[in-house]
């Protein structure tokens, strides 16, 4: 579904991604780990065309998406939650998620009560102005968002920063049922390790830049040691 080949990608001159080569295959959960300044947060912006690639490529289904402009790469299906959500602060719950489906489509309106029964909290706020929601409500409701879109990959950067673990918890367990009941395909960008192992089904390890490792979850269950080489500081 998402390949990547020797991929170079940083902000003027300053490379972050140093020839970085990964595949995330079609469905299930994918999560990049590493320390703070690896560059993961830039491979998610360079996937979405946010940051330019220096070279390399980006396929997704097989077509390049590498020079394509943001809202093209978004039309092909690609969701992408920032870190820090970004919801309309002024805007209502139901008018967050209008403005994301009619951004797409009319007929992904038809989608809002499959996002209540995903997220039953939204429809109970549905009138509520985004920016007095929770951090965990807004973070449900910058995912919603990108749902009502029907993309079949979501890209998550660092959804746990902020929120209580319980609301972390709820949030992971919802969407590791939305992915196994769609089909839907999610790459996640996390340090939180309960998280990574409540969704994840294979873990990519980044090292400046480059992923260094590869490895399922029920090998990083049974081994802290690469916590400890690829996480501590």
Known sequence: MLEIKNLVSGYGEATVLKELNCTIAPGGVSAIMGRNGMGKTTLLKTIMGLVRAQSGEIFFNAVPIHSLPTHQ???????????????????????????SALGSSKENLQ?????????????????????????????????????????????????????????????????????????????????????????ADHIHFMENGEIRETVGKEELRNSDEKLRTYLSV
């Not at 993309?151 to 673990?165: A, R």
């Not at 992971?172 to 196994?180: N, Q």
Request: hydrophobic share 45%; no cysteine.
């Open 111 to 199: 989608l809002l009560p499959q996002i209540y029964e995903w997220f039953p909290v939204l429809q109970e706020r549905s009138s509520q102005k985004a920016g007095t929601l929770s951090g965990g409500q807004q973070q449900m409701l910058a995912i919603a968002r990108t749902l009502i879109g029907r993309p079949e990959i979501i890209l998550l950067d660092e959804p746990s920063e902020g929120i209580q673990p319980s609301i972390v918890h709820e949030i992971a367990t919802r969407l590791k049922k939305i992915a196994l009941s769609t089909g839907l395909t999610i790459l996640l960008v996390e340090q939180n390790v309960d998280m990574v192992m409540t969704m």
């Open 73 to 99: 790469i978004a039309h092909k299906k690609l969701g992408y939650v920032p870190q820090g959500r970004e919801v309309f602060d002024k805007l209502t719950v139901l008018e967050n998620l209008r403005l």
